[in-house]
Structures are given as structure tokens and as C-alpha cells.
């Protein structure tokens, strides 16, 4: 890889981040939504169980469901809000542990992923040669029709600069930011998402097998009625 001189960083100062609803922190209206999406879809569910809504889409009758249910609504009432109690005590938790959010260091990010991009096409070259193409012959050919092209062909050298307080300076590739903002505020949270998913499944999935598994475990919470029906 060439050693070119990289764009340099933009600096930044942090503030307070503000909470996405006025009044309230959002370490705290992290641990409330759970509460008003569950219980939310548990009325929902309800109110098609009483009212008898959409038979047709039923997966269980309403006589299966009874016969399998063998405790009350209210034990069953209780065990979730304990539950929930725990999981709200463990989130305040961590939320202790966390450092309060903060904000204006986001272009900075971007401009470390651009960086990396960057050093990236400085592999372009190689990767090229291995394969019999002379890269740096592609991109002298294309200079004039495809200049961005061409620089990446070079293995990242643009004649792109910026003014900027410490003077003239390399600049980024138009591309180059848009690559960056796509891996910085998509691609990055998205496999955190799926990661956190598939850690959240399987607890879920492991820890639902134990109930059954469990004798104990299958009469405490298995062999009882969900707020939540099945359609």
C-alpha cells in the first residue's frame, strides 16, 4: 500500500445529547417503552380474545386455550410485572454504568471511516496485479472520462484539497464521505442490531428450552396462560 498522505480529521466539541422526548432521559424512556409495548399489545391481544375477533386466523380455539391454562389471570399478572420489575432494576442498572450521552463528535466518526476507505484503495493496486492487470495503466487511460475512478485505480491518489485553518490540505472523495455515512449511520448500527438479536434469541431460545426441559421449571411457567394469545 502507498504511503500518501491522508485528509486530515475535523475537530470537534461535545455537548449534551437531547433526549428524544422533552422531560425525559433516554435511559429511562429506554426502560419505559418495553413497558407500553408489551402491555399495549397485551390489551390488544386481549380484547380480540374477549370480543372474539378474527376466529378464522386462530391457531388454538378458545376451548384448547382453556384447557391448557391452569392458573389465574391475576398469577399470571403478577409473575410478569415481578419480572418486569427485575429486568427495570437490572436496565436503571446499567444505565448507572453509562456515561451520559453525548453529540458533535459524529463527523469526526464519518471522517475516521473515510480514512479507512481511503487507506483501503491503497490496495486496489495489488489486488489488481495479482489478477495480470496493470492498474496504474487503467487509471492513466480513464484519467480524463472517470477522474474518481482513476484515482482509486492509483491506489487513492486524488487531486482533491480543502483550506483550512492549518493551510491547504488533502480532501476527501465525494464518494468517499457518502461510503463513509453509509457504513458510519447504517451498516454499523445494522449488525449491532442483528448481533444483539441473535444474543437476544439465543438466551431466549436456551432459556425457554430449560422451562421445558425443567419439570419444575414447566409447571412454575409453562403450564399457564399468557396475557399474550396465539393467532
Same mark, same amino acid.
Given at each position: 500500500?502507498?504511503?500518501?498522505?491522508?485528509? &486530515?480529521?475535523? *475537530?470537534?466539541?461535545?455537548?449534551?445529547?437531547?433526549?428524544?422526548?422533552?422531560?425525559?432521559?433516554? %435511559?429511562?424512556? @429506554?426502560?419505559?417503552?418495553?413497558?407500553?409495548?408489551?402491555?399495549?399489545?397485551?390489551?390488544?391481544? +386481549?380484547?380480540?380474545?374477549?370480543?372474539?375477533?378474527?376466529?378464522?386466523?386462530?391457531?388454538?380455539?378458545?376451548?384448547?386455550?382453556? %384447557?391448557?391454562?391452569?392458573?389465574?389471570?391475576?398469577?399470571?399478572?403478577?409473575?410478569?410485572?415481578?419480572?418486569?420489575?427485575?429486568?427495570?432494576?437490572?436496565?436503571?442498572?446499567?444505565?448507572?454504568?453509562? $456515561?451520559? /450521552?453525548?453529540?458533535? %463528535?459524529?463527523?469526526?466518526?464519518?471522517?475516521?471511516? /473515510?480514512?479507512?476507505?481511503?487507506?483501503? $484503495?491503497?490496495?486496489?493496486?495489488?489486488?489488481?496485479?495479482?489478477?495480470? !492487470?496493470?492498474?496504474?495503466?487503467?487509471?492513466? %487511460?480513464? @484519467?480524463?472520462?472517470? &477522474?474518481?475512478? *482513476?484515482?482509486?485505480?492509483?491506489?487513492?491518489?486524488?487531486?482533491?484539497?480543502?483550506?483550512?485553518?492549518?493551510?491547504?490540505?488533502? /480532501?476527501?472523495?465525494?464518494?468517499?464521505?457518502?461510503?463513509?455515512?453509509?457504513?458510519?449511520?447504517?451498516?454499523?448500527? @445494522?449488525?449491532?442490531?442483528?448481533?444483539?438479536?441473535?444474543?437476544?434469541?439465543?438466551?431466549?431460545?436456551?432459556? +425457554?428450552?430449560?422451562? +421445558?426441559?425443567?419439570?419444575? !421449571?414447566?409447571?412454575?411457567?409453562?403450564?399457564? &396462560?399468557?396475557?399474550?394469545?396465539?393467532?
Amino acid at each position: 500500500m502507498s504511503n500518501f498522505t491522508l485528509p &486530515p480529521l475535523p *475537530s470537534y466539541t461535545l455537548q449534551p445529547q437531547p433526549p428524544y422526548v422533552p422531560g425525559i432521559p433516554d %435511559k429511562y424512556l @429506554a426502560l419505559i417503552l418495553p413497558f407500553i409495548a408489551y402491555w399495549g399489545l397485551s390489551l390488544f391481544f +386481549h380484547c380480540i380474545d374477549e370480543w372474539d375477533l378474527f376466529p378464522q386466523y386462530r391457531l388454538h380455539t378458545p376451548a384448547e386455550v382453556l %384447557k391448557r391454562n391452569h392458573v389465574s389471570r391475576w398469577e399470571v399478572f403478577r409473575d410478569v410485572v415481578l419480572q418486569q420489575i427485575i429486568q427495570t432494576m437490572f436496565g436503571m442498572f446499567l444505565g448507572w454504568l453509562d $456515561e451520559d /450521552a453525548q453529540m458533535g %463528535k459524529e463527523a469526526y466518526d464519518v471522517a475516521i471511516w /473515510a480514512q479507512r476507505i481511503r487507506v483501503a $484503495e491503497g490496495a486496489v493496486p495489488v489486488m489488481l496485479g495479482l489478477v495480470g !492487470l496493470n492498474a496504474q495503466g487503467l487509471s492513466q %487511460k480513464i @484519467a480524463s472520462t472517470w &477522474p474518481m475512478m *482513476s484515482s482509486v485505480l492509483a491506489g487513492g491518489h486524488y487531486n482533491l484539497f480543502q483550506e483550512t485553518s492549518q493551510g491547504t490540505v488533502p /480532501a476527501f472523495a465525494p464518494w468517499e464521505l457518502l461510503v463513509a455515512k453509509a457504513l458510519y449511520y447504517l451498516a454499523i448500527p @445494522a449488525l449491532q442490531f442483528v448481533f444483539a438479536i441473535m444474543v437476544v434469541d439465543t438466551w431466549q431460545y436456551f432459556w +425457554h428450552r430449560a422451562m +421445558h426441559m425443567n419439570k419444575w !421449571l414447566y409447571s412454575k411457567y409453562i403450564r399457564r &396462560p399468557s396475557l399474550l394469545r396465539s393467532y
